[in-house]
């Protein structure tokens, strides 16, 4: 199996590598709220459905790509169709998926040459966009300026961190036993009808050696 290195070097390599073009969030102290509080906060402030037309751009290595796309999430049933497009207007994929299955309704040829691009789409849409919240049996680590809770989650385990003025979720990390397998991280919250959206994420696949910067364009309920 391939080895990967501790989060603490990884961070820092990403930290050094990549530009993060989000505004942080404010460090304030939170670490004293009750920590189930903050979760239920937070959910309470997520629409449960929504469709969102993004900018991505995808880099893998040294190589990057700049789409178009349009997702619709239904959370509450864990259902998502999700469509992309290069700048030009050329449809390069559709699917739909829900919290086990994604369905193939249209690929572009030259896509076929990167092997199952639709589950790898649809698993990545079910880590960014689904259980954004941790549960119940998730054990809590408290800090000065944020909550982190950890839970099994597969053949791995599931970590929340929760941080800034808000008590918003700015990351989700997933571990197996040789380290991180992927982080997403979310910035720049917004409120738009009594629901907070962030418009921008960084999607970072550290076995796989890829990551999205996601921009949220337009957001509907």
């Known amino acids: 199996m391939k080895q990967r290195v501790p989060m603490a070097v990884l961070l820092l390599a990403l930290t050094g590598c990549l530009q993060v073009p989000f505004p942080e969030s404010a460090l304030v102290l939170i670490g004293s709220e009750d920590a189930q509080r903050i979760v239920e906060r937070f959910q309470a402030g997520m629409p449960d459905s929504f469709q969102l037309l993004n900018t991505i ?28 497009m290069n ?22 040829a030259a896509f076929s040459r990167y092997g199952d691009i639709t589950t790898v789409i649809g698993n990545d849409i079910r880590r960014i966009y689904f259980d954004l919240a941790p549960s119940s049996a998730a054990v809590v680590w408290r800090g000065t300026n944020t909550v982190r809770f950890r839970q099994h989650s597969g053949a791995g385990s599931l970590e929340y961190v929760f941080s800034g ?4 979720l700015l990351a989700k990390n997933f571990y197996d036993d040789n380290g991180i397998v992927w982080q997403v991280r979310y910035y720049d919250y917004r409120e738009q009808s009594g629901k907070r959206m962030p418009h921008g994420i960084l999607f970072v696949h550290y076995e796989f050696g890829y990551h999205l910067t996601v921009r949220e ?3 509907h309920l």
């Open 87 to 108: 700048p030009m207007g050329v449809k390069l994929f559709e699917l739909t998926g829900d919290r086990t299955t994604v369905t193939n309704e249209y690929t572009i």
């Open 57 to 84: 751009v995808f880099e893998y290595n040294s190589r990057k790509f700049s789409l178009i796309g349009s997702i619709e999430v239904d959370r509450r049933n864990g259902l998502f169709r999700a469509m992309c």
């Open 217 to 219: 364009k337009e957001f």
């Open 165 to 168: 003025g808000a008590g918003d």
